[in-house]
């Protein structure tokens, strides 16, 4: 079976000379809940960024639903949705314009988008904001319309790169109930980036940690948890930090 | 053209219309210009060296090159508020063409321009400003100006592209504004006294838009100077379209 995502040995090295992805190779098959875990500074938004389109790799390949970036971008991008890390919105247009302008850039009909906006309107619980200008919108707000654009076109995939900060437990709960939702009955890919661990324990099943820009570990959540901590049954904030405890010492022991 | 690259563009325009600051203000110096030059020196006009059009139709042509001056800069500062917020990077992963994002602002600026050409030239025609070859004076003169236009928002947008600071799209305008002081702006060449302003003019390009112009309104140049300018800036406006787009590989997403 042909993987959605099938990553490569891929590299990234910033012009400053930080090398930010070292080969990284992985595979996530149609439908999977994935979630990349790391350290801040450890490469997971340049792999978003890279593989999103955004930025460009140095080498390596990647596909996504079998297609190449380099052969057919535009395609690529219309499967594809982003929640990036900030906020990407106009602050001077109003909320459904802007939900509206989006569907329209990614080929819906205008009656299309105008049913879309109001779905998602009512999806991330934005009615009484939808006549407002992003720029008068709250912070929780302001990341619930983010996230709210990156779906307007049912995006096939989804990155999701530290979705949720920002935003109140309240929020949270409907982003995740929208975004399980989705994965569960439309077979949307999800690939996750989160520094909230217990959310990722919640709803992925499939995890790689990334650690200075090389995989250490590639497999399902209860695996990782396995290895850890084969004894005993820990939650995967604990299995990781417990690892990531591990890995610190054995490379502070080898470098003594 | 596909709809993506009409939305984009389209959404230029409607942020020309919301924020109109930069247009009506290269506006209202293109008529304050006009006003004063004419009311201030118009006098000379009699003199045969400015044809049968007068002072008037003689300084039109300032006008419409200072109107772009003064609204070139609206492109940068649609891409820079763009990149600011972070939208920028959502229009970037869309399926629209990459290079239509920093064409569409610009085309919808230049659009702008000649939409305030229009009216000025129809307030040149109400106050008596004569048009040579009629109707094709007019599509002549927005051709030019088009051109022109283009050229400066190109070069201020790919300046702000690589700057990243929204005050750089008026080094543009800055920079042009000299040469406008140093062609035959305020009298035909015959009433130039100095030797080296006259060589300078020659090397100068907004004399050849001028001086083109002067040809389509009042007959008071020959129609070398209007070819020669549009070849100039046709060329210049192609070059500065291709200077925004390559900047737009030194964006920081």
Sequence with gaps: MNAEIQIKGLFKRYPNGTQALKGICLEIQKGHFFTLLGPNGAGKSTLVKVMTTLINKDSGNFTIAGINPETNLSKIQKIIGVASQDNEIDPTEKVENLLAFQGRLFGLTKPESIKRVNELIEMFQLDTERNKKASALSGGNKRRLHCALALVHHPQILFLDEPTVGMDPVARANFWEIITQMNKSESVTIFLTTQYLDEADKHATEMALLVAGEIRYSGTIIDFKKMVNPDSSMSLDDSYLKYIKTLTNQESSKNN | ?253
């Design chain 2, 1 to 253: 053209m596909n709809t993506a690259n009409i939305l984009l563009i389209e959404r230029g325009i409607i942020k020309l219309i919301k924020q109109p600051s930069a247009p009506i203000m290269g506006f209202g110096m293109s008529l304050f210009f006009l006003l004063v030059y004419n009311a201030g020196i118009g006098g000379v006009g009699s003199m045969d060296a400015f044809g049968s059009g007068g002072y008037l139709s003689f300084v039109f042509p300032i006008t419409i090159i200072s109107l772009a001056m003064g609204s070139s800069a609206g492109a940068g500062q649609t891409l820079n508020t763009d990149m600011q917020s972070g939208y920028f990077r959502r229009l970037y992963l869309s399926p629209a063409p990459r290079w239509i994002l920093v064409v569409a602002p610009m085309l919808a600026d230049t659009i702008s321009s000649l939409f305030f050409t229009i009216l000025l030239i129809i307030i040149g025609a109400i106050s008596g400003v004569t048009f040579q070859f009629g109707l094709l004076s007019v599509l002549g003169i927005l051709i030019l100006s088009f051109l022109w236009s283009l050229t400066l928002c190109g070069f201020s947008a790919g300046i702000m592209l690589r700057t990243g600071q929204h005050q750089s799209a008026a080094i543009v305008t800055n920079a042009v504004f000299p040469l406008l002081f140093l062609s035959t702006t305020f009298l035909p060449r015959e009433l130039i006294t100095a030797d080296w302003l006259l060589d300078v003019s020659w090397g100068n390009p907004v004399t050849y838009i001028l001086e083109g112009n002067r040809y389509l309104l009042a007959g008071t140049s020959s129609a070398s100077f209007f070819y020669i300018g549009l070849i100039i800036f046709a060329l210049t406006s192609i070059f500065s379209v291709i200077f925004a787009l390559s900047s737009a590989n030194k964006i920081k997403i």
